[in-house]
């Protein structure tokens, strides 16, 4: 067995015994891992439309297929929290949608982090109407609300994302491009992380940027030295113009661990058609009406996700991935899903499954000694025990262990 996932691994020595407290031995007790602690994640906005009230049962049907698959890899899913999206009009959040959403993926045992609470892309437009004073206390005053709205439901944040770029974005003007040149990099990430934190202090917290040069670095170390509180450093890797390849992986692992906190890659992309052109600079700027994936690109995005998420697996630091797009067409119009449009199942996603499924996941079976005991050892997640027809759960953490579990 390989020695490089060891961090990924743990063992206890469990006692078990009946509901009279005897000690059950010389039991055969099967184990079956039923998800990881490891946040295998996915962009889960199809769960809004989902969870709503108003939906065609044929767009229901397709939508629970496409859900189905997705819940049957992932145990993580990113809901969207654009401002202009999310309250389009001043004083209209869309809550109780989100709301919906969030308890949907939660009852089928996904864990949900809010994407993002503020960014100056997709930014409310009616902000433009204040001045800068004005634009910050409203900015805090909406992560304030989020933060207690779905407290419980949502835990996990994406606070602020791209700040590199934000306070030198010039596309069009956007209230939060002008709080940011007011306030500095490391002052708008100190106030709205301070916002967050005070709101929900038990929440985790991630800085996000696409930006993997030593720009974000230095962001990062600014903002460490001044004393903000960053719970976990978010990369994104959009790579539709073509896979990072193990060698800029590995320096992006080996540049931003050194910080010493936790890695969430929060919006990968693979593409299984042709790639984007290279002298694109803002792949927004990159708009075509069709985008095939193809057999070719399809065995390719295959190659490439098995190759990164076994890298990303393996590494100490990396305690999430998130594949951005469920299906095909999304963002961009990109072939960058793990299905295709009509919900089928590519390469990558039976790859993935084979991974998550099948060479991550601990299965067997226990014989106990005279004492009921016997060594639980497996990937780090929660199990279900069985022993005659009986069954309990138990959450195998890493670190030596003793436990004892009534069967």
């Not at 892309?121 to 609300?145: E, H, S």
């Amino acid at each position: 067995m390989s020695t490089q996932l060891d961090h990924r691994r743990g063992a206890a020595l469990v006692t078990f015994v009946d509901r009279d407290g005897a000690p059950l031995a010389g039991k055969a007790v099967r184990y079956e891992q039923l998800t990881h602690q490891f946040l295998f994640g996915f962009g889960a906005f199809d769960a809004v439309d989902l969870a709503g009230e108003d939906l065609l049962l044929e767009r229901k049907a397709a939508l629970m297929d496409r859900m189905s698959k997705m819940l049957a890899l992932f145990n993580y899913g990113t809901l969207p929290f654009y401002w202009g999206r999310f309250e389009p009009e001043e004083g209209e959040p869309q809550t109780e949608a989100l709301l919906r959403a969030a308890d949907w993926l939660r009852g089928r045992g996904v864990m949900v982090k809010g994407h993002p609470l503020c960014w100056h892309t997709v930014c409310a437009p009616w902000l433009m109407r204040y001045d800068n004073p004005t634009i910050l206390q409203k900015q805090l005053a909406r992560i304030r609300r989020e933060a207690a709205d779905f407290r419980g439901r949502i835990d996990t944040w994406d606070v602020i994302n791209e700040v590199v770029i934000m306070p030198v974005f010039d596309r069009y003007d956007n209230a939060v491009t002008r709080i940011a040149k007011d306030l500095g990099r490391v002052g708008i990430v100190r106030a709205v992380f301070e916002a967050a934190r005070e709101t929900n202090p038990g929440a985790t917290l991630i800085l996000n940027d696409f930006d993997m040069s030593p720009a974000y670095e230095r962001l990062i170390a600014d903002c460490l030295d001044a004393g903000v509180r960053i719970d976990v450093i978010g990369l994104q890797s959009h790579q539709h113009q073509g896979y990072w390849g193990m060698d800029k992986l590995q320096d992006v692992l080996r540049r931003f661990s050194r910080f010493g906190l936790p890695l969430h890659f929060t919006e990968n992309t693979l593409i299984s058609g042709d790639l984007m052109p290279r002298h694109i600079v803002d792949l927004n700027d990159w708009q075509v009406k069709d985008w095939p994936s193809t057999p070719e690109g399809e065995e390719r995005q295959a190659r490439e996700v098995e190759e990164m998420y076994t890298a990303l697996f393996t590494h100490p630091r990396v305690e999430a991935v998130t594949v951005w797009d469920a299906v095909d067409g999304k963002w961009l119009n990109a072939p960058s899903g793990l299905l295709r449009r009509d919900n089928s199942e590519k390469p990558a996603y039976e790859r993935l499954d084979e991974l998550i499924n099948g060479q991550w996941k601990s299965r067997g079976s226990l014989v106990t000694d005279e004492q009921g005991r016997a060594e639980l050892k497996g990937f780090l997640g929660s199990y279900e025990l069985r022993l005659d027809g009986r069954e309990a759960r138990y959450t195998l953490t890493q670190g030596e262990a003793q436990a004892r579990v009534t069967l």
